[in-house]
């Protein structure tokens, strides 16, 4: 919640960058223990919904940030 809350109120562009990579990094890094653990739902509602609703926000996130979010939603590089 917290990471999720500073970007959506930051408006200083590199503290966004910076936490949006965080987040990203933090997600693949724990995502497979999280949707093992929880809920498939939860996941679904807490990580991916955020990350689908970045990815639209063109003027807030530059393009390597939301393919970053794109790759988080596919598991593309999620730890095993």
Not at 17 to 43: D, H, T, W
């Amino acid at each position: 919640k917290l990471l999720t809350d500073i970007i959506d109120s930051s408006e200083d562009i590199n503290v966004l960058n910076v936490y949006s990579e965080s987040m990203c990094r933090f997600l693949c890094a724990i995502g497979n223990i999280i949707s093992k653990r929880l809920q498939p739902e939860f996941v679904q509602d807490k990580f991916l919904k955020t990350l689908s609703h970045y990815i639209t926000q063109t003027s807030k996130f530059k393009p390597r940030l939301r393919f970053l979010f794109m790759d988080c939603i596919e598991k593309k590089h999620w730890i095993d």
